[in-house]
């Protein structure tokens, strides 16, 4: 599919529920190369092996990865598993991280404990790092601007755990998704969603609900364990393009789709918003903007936000990291209505006045003076400003 990486979005079908393996099936699926997602498993120099495996769930071809690991009775904390997971690279890195964090605090939650003293028993097994981290790194290889998933079914009954039976939905997957995700029991009496795949979920979905309009590009299938009739026990992930309406005339306006970035941001000085908003302009942002917010524990807070087309992503990131004190920025495709744009002057007593006037299927709908040179004007004619405001839009 020939559109820009930046542009492409995501979409995770959570019907049958998700787990490491399945979600690091469909992303080896959606065309991640395996021996990819291995280099960067090799890193942590454990032994594990990957191979994948084409199987059948439901009469639905999938892709089955297996994890191989060596014999190991090691019981990891979250520093230990840090400490692995540092070995990646970049965005794949820190997702992985911020993922078992994810997973330290439920469990710390569920066994009223801190997170540093987590025992991690199934998460903390080689093949759960594995999964993890090869999720991490196909997402990242990806590079979806949008992930969005359907409501995630996390089954019904009871599983076995280290310490004897967990009721299912396990109380860890409940405390990952906790207001995070709409959830069901789904159509599955056993284990759909676990604990690894909630985590990996929760951090790398966007947005909650059906399939977003798309032009399709290309569809994972990443299979279960269990092959049963109650569901076909497959996660899918659909990737495509947003659908980008084009006009049907020179006349008409234009949709075409953007990106917007943004980021949350509480120890700024203020006074560094103008020249922030200015620089990620001169990066190739469409517009800028800050919004006040409050965060938690009532901090007061700015939202710094961006437009910008999928080709200039890379820049106008760099520019808000450089500009602001972010450590991190969400990505959403919009649609954006572009009028037809066209550029004149009056004169208004002797003084040039630039106007820009927008039409909308060939119909004027908007005319908009330059203010700099309305106040020009007003300081030298010694009118009020709205005077010659106004003075420019009649004769525009």
């Known amino acids: 599919m020939s559109v820009p990486a930046a542009a492409r979005i995501g979409w995770i079908d959570g019907t049958a529920g998700a787990s490491g393996d399945m979600l690091l099936g469909a992303v080896v699926d959606a065309g991640v190369p395996l021996a990819l997602v291995q280099d960067g498993i090799d890193r942590f120099d454990l032994g594990i092996t990957l191979r994948s495996e084409s199987v059948v769930r439901a009469g639905l071809a999938a892709t089955k990865v297996h994890v ?8 990891r904390h979250l520093p230990e598993i840090v400490e692995l997971l540092t070995r990646l690279d970049g965005s794949a890195r820190d997702r992985a991280v911020a ?5 330290a605090r439920a469990e ?20 759960s790092i594995a999964d993890v981290a090869g999720v991490c790194i196909g997402m990242d290889a990806l590079d979806l601007a949008e992930v969005h998933c359907s409501t995630l079914s996390l089954g019904s009954g009871s599983t076995r755990g280290a310490h004897g039976p967990i009721p299912v939905p396990a109380p860890a997957v409940l405390a990952v998704l906790d207001g995070i995700a709409p959830v069901a029991a789904g159509p599955a009496p056993y ?68 990106i917007v970035l943004e980021a949350n941001v509480d120890d700024l000085d203020p006074r560094v918003w103008p020249e922030a908003i200015t620089e990620v302009m001169r990066a190739g942002a469409v517009d800028a903007w800050v919004t006040p917010i ?16 999928p080709d ?11 500009s602001t004190s972010t450590i991190g920025l969400r990505r959403h495709v919009v649609e954006r209505e572009a009028l037809e744009r066209s550029e004149s002057s009056v004169e208004v007593e002797g003084h040039r006045i630039g106007v820009k006037i927008a039409r909308r299927n060939g119909e004027v709908v908007n005319v908009s003076a330059e203010w700099d040179d309305v106040a020009t004007a007003s300081h030298a004619l010694g009118r009020p400003a709205v005077d010659v405001l106004r003075a420019a839009h009649d004769l525009a």
Do not use: Y
Not at 294 to 309: D, E, I, N, Q, Y
């Open 99 to 103: 993922t078992f964090e994810r997973l």
């Open 191 to 258: 284990e759909s969603t676990t604990p690894t795949g909630a985590a990996l979920l929760a951090e790398w979905v966007t947005a909650w609900g059906p399939m977003p309009a798309m032009r399709l590009g290309s569809t994972g299938m990443g299979a279960g364990t269990k092959d049963t009739e109650a569901v076909a026990n497959v996660t899918r992930l659909v990737i495509g393009a947003p659908v980008v309406s084009r006009s049907v005339s020179d006349s008409a306006s234009a949709d075409e789709s953007m």
């Open 294 to 309: 409050v965060m938690k524990k009532g901090r007061p807070a700015h939202t710094f936000s961006a437009l910008c087309r």
């Open 312 to 322: 200039a992503v890379d820049a106008v990131s760099a520019a808000i990291f450089a």
């Open 108 to 127: 710390a939650k569920v066994h009223a404990t801190s997170i540093d003293d987590v025992h991690f028993h199934e998460v903390g097994a080689l093949d």
């Open 68 to 75: 191989d690991v060596p014999r190991a009775t090691t019981m």
